[in-house]
């Protein structure tokens, strides 16, 4: 782990994985909620970074983290999994189907079997971008991006999964379609789907909860 000063009052930890991200930003919680971190006021996950918001002293926290033996989260670790009912109609099901070798009629239970986990948000109010696929279902983006993705779109690309909180362009593959409502802002908190949550998508009619 490295971590860097970021001016006066944040500290930006740089790790190798996602899985390591994941596993730092649910220790870098728990130390907050124990009262381990002073005026920390904000834990935000990125890709391979977590970024530290409100730290009185940038140098010495860096110092005390290098020193952390920051354990591995389990699958199981955290909240139930948030369930979202999806119908698997998207225009690139078939596509994605034939890169895993399978039949279309095959994907939802591949997808309905993973527990995803939020590793962070961005790209657009409510977008998580989820992990949990095996590396032998990661997925090229689309060669040429769409101009206009619909809301609500299950859609894949690289490593993470994700659903459209609104209409946007994209550029990753779409299997599926949720009414779910991702992002709404007289919701506390706002986001369906925050970083540490857990996500598994079951076909729609399938006894899923949204």
Not at 85 to 98: E, F, I, Q, S, W
Not at 141 to 151: K, S
Not at 161 to 171: C, F, L
Not at 194 to 203: C, M, S, T
């Amino acid at each position: 782990m490295r971590a860097l000063e970021a001016g006066a009052e944040a500290l930006l930890l740089e790790v190798d994985s996602a899985e390591e991200v994941a596993a730092l930003h649910a220790e870098l919680l728990r130390r907050r909620d124990a009262g381990e971190l002073g005026g920390v006021r904000e834990i935000v996950p990125a890709a391979r970074t977590v970024l530290l918001d409100g730290v009185r002293e940038p140098r010495a926290l860096a110092a005390r983290i290098a020193r952390w033996r920051v354990p591995p989260l389990a699958p199981a670790d955290g909240p139930p999994p948030v369930t979202v009912a999806v119908r698997y109609d998207g225009p690139d099901l078939a596509a994605v189907a034939g890169l895993w070798g399978v039949a279309p009629g095959e994907v939802p239970g591949i997808v309905g079997a993973i527990t995803f986990r939020v590793a962070f948000c961005g790209f657009a109010p409510g977008f998580g971008y989820l992990t949990g696929l095996p590396a032998r279902l990661h997925l090229p983006r689309r060669a040429t991006p769409r101009t206009a993705v619909p809301a609500g779109s299950l859609a894949l690309a690289g490593e993470y999964a994700g659903v459209y909180p609104r209409s946007s362009p994209g550029g990753w593959q779409l299997i599926g379609s949720t009414d779910a409502v991702l992002w709404d802002p007289a919701r506390e908190p706002a986001a369906l789907f925050v970083p540490g949550a857990r996500v598994r998508f079951a076909p729609a009619g399938a006894g899923a909860a949204l």
